[in-house]
């Protein structure tokens, strides 16, 4: 293979402008696909379309309609007070005008169920709006009475409403937001009423995600671009140290974007760390290059530029190649997730480091053919240099106490993973002073939770038997601690059925004749809405649970309730369950098997490249102990700082082993070479000293890069930039400080032979 990089170098070298001319016309024919990016902000693009809890809703949603809701939470000292109801009455008359809105659950528009004289009387809640303290007294009474209302429109204290817009299919978020929020601020002509109106949902969820994303790819990526600059500048001290490097970082994130098109793929919520993560990750290979040509030119060996740039690949191009190929099959053992962007992130990010490793090994080498090697400009970097020397030192003169010391801190820092939660919920990626956090926390506590599950009953509703088991699991359901409101129509039907018999609470049941429920049921149709309950034909109905948690083990714990429910009764009726609760319990566990296959699958295929590039098993398992031990002391620091892991961060080990593999590599491969020209200790120090340089700031421009993550709204994207940096810092300690002292202490006899 040695032979084929020199024939390389010299290619690249005796053909500069070709090479030039070839990567600008790839990079300019991915620039154009730029503008046709288009952004997908709906939670159900992150899970895969045969996954049975996306299939469940779809299934949901053809019998029922669209399930999609806005709930507009109000808080007022006393929702009663006459100017606060003459706005929510605006709101929920101007809601119902809406054509994106099918239908608006509000205090005026939720049925009161009374019967009066041996009459049945069902009409809205409040039917008129009191003018004084004893109208005000009599509404409340009523209200109170109504076990429909309180709770799910109004809160027990009267010092909360909410209405909720039921959504047509087919909406998009944006306009439906904007007239709701058009409403709400006309509303505030109505009066002067005081309270605080916020907004939650989904659909709330999804424009918010879409307002974030927009905000972070304006802000992350010049701040990322500005800091990876100075540091580059830094570092070599040289313009062309500078420029080289960032131009493949440039050009490979417009291929990486402009594949998105190309491929019929969306901008989604995790493609926010695909240009930061080629930004930090696609400069590694010109670093090294830079560092190595700095080396060769302060030696002064040679005068001609374009010996010098094939030295340089010469030097390098075996490393570099197989350092580009661990850190691509790191991201491409994304492609074992479940999670639809996580795997679209690996192939992307996977296809731009590709490209970068090309641009590195051809472009760059062509463009210092090109420029005149400037001896006296290049500087050796004293303090880096000084920090090195420190550490070969301590290493050589202590290897034993080197790996334990490094082994205790991972086994005490690993007792963390005990604490490590997993969630998957996205309204967790907000911080609790979000208006969005607030109304949906509102919802919760008042209205009998934002999160939902339901279940779908089949067959002859009008039946007494069928609608009796409706009627029992609704109730089961309503009694589980964990479970706010239920809806369902065995509660309506209780409901005209006690105040048919005057309040008697004897009948406070399900009738037991199919006429007196086909009665009741026509009766409701004529005043109420029963198409979210029960379809039309009158063969499924819809028993749905809130959740009022936003933990997804909590959910999870409700779904799996509700499932065991729903299947215990005798030829049971009911023929799914299904709902965002429903996918979020399932996210948890796709979650956890994504992470757990992506993890082995990455460490797997990175220890493979390291066998076959050293030609030693031996070899790949040196590679990946720091690794693995970096890994387990990540997951410990999750725990300890309470970090979740979540579809975010569980993409993170791939990306940490694909890069961390490189700098292992570049030591074995230098430390090899050192072998052949000195002792042990002596090719250790040299090997520091040396490729140590190029090691840390391959590092560090990884961690500059990930750092601009921290300013992200995104909750789990700044916490993925923390735990990248944290990782990768893990990482460079075990390349320069453990993995040395493992080849002092055990010898690995792969590091003695001649090279293939």
């Known amino acids: 293979m040695e032979n084929k990089i020199n024939k390389l170098a010299r290619l690249i070298c005796n053909q500069p402008g070709v090479i030039i001319a070839i990567f600008l016309l790839i990079t300019v024919f991915f620039a154009f696909q730029l503008p046709r990016i288009e952004m997908d902000t709906a939670i159900k693009s992150l899970i895969p379309e045969q996954m049975p809890s996306r299939v469940k809703i779809e299934k949901i949603e053809s019998i029922f309609g669209g399930t999609e809701i806005v709930m507009l939470t109000v808080e007022a000292d006393d929702i009663l007070d006459q100017a606060v109801l003459q706005r929510i009455k605006y709101i929920s008359d101007e809601l119902a005008k809406l054509v994106e809105v099918d239908q608006v659950n509000s205090p005026f528009t939720m049925q009161d169920i009374r019967g009066e004289a041996d009459q049945l009387i069902i009409e809205d809640a409040i039917q008129t709006i009191p003018t004084n303290q004893q109208q005000k007294k009599a509404l409340r009474k009523q209200l109170k009475e109504s076990e429909l209302v309180m709770g799910n429109v109004l809160a027990d204290n009267f010092k909360a409403a909410s209405l909720v817009a039921v959504l047509a299919e087919n909406v998009r978020d944006a306009d439906v937001l904007n007239?709701?929020?058009?409403?709400?601020?006309?509303?505030?002509?109505?009066?002067?009423?005081?309270?605080?109106?916020?907004?939650?949902?989904?659909?709330?969820?999804?424009?918010?995600?879409?307002?974030?994303?927009?905000?972070?790819?304006?802000?992350?990526?010049?701040?990322?671009?500005?800091?990876?600059?100075?540091?580059?500048?830094?570092?070599?001290?040289?313009?062309?140290?500078?420029?080289?490097?960032?131009?493949?970082?440039?050009?490979?994130?417009?291929?990486?974007?402009?594949?998105?098109?190309?491929?019929?793929?969306?901008?989604?919520?995790?493609?926010?760390?695909?240009?930061?993560?080629?930004?930090?990750?696609?400069?590694?290979?010109?670093?090294?290059?830079?560092?190595?040509?700095?080396?060769?030119?302060?030696?002064?060996?040679?005068?001609?530029?374009?010996?010098?740039?094939?030295?340089?690949?010469?030097?390098?191009?075996?490393?570099?190649?197989?350092?580009?190929?661990?850190?691509?099959?790191?991201?491409?053992?994304?492609?074992?997730?479940?999670?639809v962007p996580a795997r679209q992130l690996g192939l992307l990010a996977g296809a731009g480091i590709a490209f970068a490793l090309l641009a590195s090994l051809f472009l760059i080498p062509a463009l210092l053919t090109l420029l005149p090697s400037k001896v006296n400009k290049i500087k050796a970097g004293i303090g880096l240099e000084k920090i090195l020397n420190i550490i070969a030192r301590l290493v050589v003169k202590n290897p034993q106490k080197v790996i334990l010391i490094?082994?205790?801190?991972?086994?005490?820092?690993?007792?963390?993973?005990?604490?490590?939660?997993?969630?998957?919920?996205?309204?967790?990626?907000?911080?609790?002073?979000?208006?969005?956090?607030?109304?949906?926390?509102?919802?919760?506590?008042?209205?009998?939770?934002?999160?939902?599950?339901?279940?779908?009953?089949?067959?002859?509703?009008?039946?007494?038997?069928?609608?009796?088991?409706?009627n029992e699991l609704e109730q089961k359901m309503q009694n589980y601690p964990q479970i706010g409101e239920v809806s369902a129509i065995s509660k309506i039907l209780r409901e005209m059925n006690q105040q048919m018999h005057n309040g008697d609470p004897a009948y406070q049941k399900i009738p037991d004749s199919r006429n007196l429920i086909s009665q009741y049921l026509l009766l409701f149709s004529m005043s109420g809405e029963l198409d979210k309950l029960i379809d039309f034909k009158r063969e499924h109905a819809l028993i749905t649970a809130r959740i009022p948690a936003n933990s997804t083990n909590q959910i999870q714990e409700v779904v799996k309730y509700i499932r065991q429910s729903a299947a215990s009764f005798q030829d049971t009726p009911f023929i799914l369950a299904g709902g965002f609760g429903d996918l979020l319990a399932e996210l948890v566990d796709a979650v956890v098997k994504g992470q757990a296959y992506s993890l082995g699958l990455s460490i797997l295929i990175v220890g493979l490249i390291v066998i076959l590039l050293f030609q030693s098993i031996t070899a790949g398992l040196i590679a990946v102990i720091p690794l693995i031990l970096a890994m387990v002391g990540l997951f410990g620091l999750m725990g300890y700082f309470n970090i979740e892991l979540n579809m975010v961060t569980a993409m993170l080990s791939s990306i940490m082993i694909g890069v961390g593999v490189d700098y292992t590599i570049h030591f074995l491969w230098r430390y090899r070479e050192e072998l052949k020209k000195a002792n042990y200790q002596q090719a250790v120090k040299k090997t520091l000293i040396t490729s140590g340089r190029g090691i840390i700031f391959n590092a560090l421009s990884v961690i500059v890069g990930f750092s601009v993550l921290l300013i992200s709204d995104f909750l789990p994207v700044k916490f993925f930039g923390f735990l990248v940096v944290v990782s990768i810092a893990g990482c460079l300690a075990g390349a320069l400080i453990l993995l040395p002292a493992i080849c002092l202490v055990f010898k690995p006899a792969f590091l003695e032979k001649e090279e293939i």
């Open 179 to 339: 007239k709701i929020n058009k409403i709400i601020v006309e509303s505030e002509k109505i009066n002067n009423s005081s309270g605080s109106y916020r907004l939650a949902g989904l659909p709330v969820l999804r424009v918010k995600n879409a307002e974030i994303m927009q905000r972070d790819m304006r802000i992350l990526m010049p701040v990322g671009i500005l800091i990876m600059l100075i540091f580059l500048y830094l570092c070599f001290r040289q313009i062309r140290g500078v420029l080289l490097p960032f131009l493949v970082v440039i050009m490979s994130i417009i291929v990486a974007l402009g594949l998105l098109p190309l491929l019929g793929w969306k901008f989604q919520l995790l493609t926010i760390l695909l240009p930061v993560s080629l930004l930090a990750i696609t400069n590694d290979y010109g670093i090294h290059l830079i560092a190595n040509y700095q080396e060769k030119v302060r030696a002064g060996k040679y005068t001609d530029n374009k010996m010098l740039a094939q030295s340089t690949i010469s030097s390098l191009g075996k490393p570099i190649l197989a350092t580009g190929i661990t850190t691509i099959a790191g991201l491409l053992s994304l492609l074992a997730h479940i999670i």
């Open 406 to 470: 490094s082994l205790i801190i991972v086994a005490v820092v690993a007792t963390g993973i005990l604490k490590l939660k997993i969630d998957t919920n996205p309204i967790n990626f907000y911080s609790s002073q979000s208006e969005l956090v607030k109304a949906t926390e509102l919802v919760n506590n008042k209205f009998g939770g934002a999160n939902n599950i339901s279940v779908v009953a089949k067959g002859d509703i009008k039946d007494p038997k069928l609608m009796q088991k409706i």
